[in-house]
């Protein structure tokens, strides 16, 4: 996989992170860059941790699964692709803020939006020859990134940016699934 595939998964998987900075954002009542910082640094390293976790795990089982392997990928990001859709337009529907308590539970929050970083970490372990360090700090800098850039606009913004982040994170990862499914077809 070349490294505008690589960039467009990380920026689809940082889409959550992005959301929930956003909503971070709205709810501090003062810029403190201790806890912005805090906050960026825990949501990332749960992206690299758990697509690390993934991966390995992943290639524990991989000669069962080889033969499948891409269309595992396919699937795996199809359905969270399709999932952040269905998720932002249920949200465009309902025209709900979404609600953060007051207490912001970095560690909960960091594991919950890296759930997905988990299952593509582990499809990518299917892939021979695939440098997981290179995503690895792909998706770590893009999720900062998108963390900060989340908070920010969250600060000096209203919420109504929270549906489109998902829905533009869970089209490019439709696209990119559809790009390997039609390749595995086309050239297998």
Known sequence: ???IYLSLISVGLAMDTFSIS???GLIIEKWESKDVFKTIIILGSFQVLM???GFKAG???FSQVNNF???IVFSVLLFLGWKMILDAWK???NKKKSETEPKFNLIFTGLATSIDTLVVGSSFSLMENFNIFSFLGMVGTITSIASLVGIYLGYKTSSYVNYQSNFIGGC???F???KILFKTLLFS
Request: aromatic share 16%; hydrophobic share 60%; net charge positive.
């Open 172 to 174: 490019i990862l439709v």
């Open 1 to 3: 996989m070349n490294f």
């Open 69 to 71: 392997s891409n269309f």
């Open 176 to 178: 990119i699934s559809l």
């Open 59 to 61: 290639r524990l089982f």
């Open 91 to 93: 949200e465009f529907k």
């Open 51 to 53: 697509s690390l976790i």
């Open 22 to 24: 956003l909503t971070k």
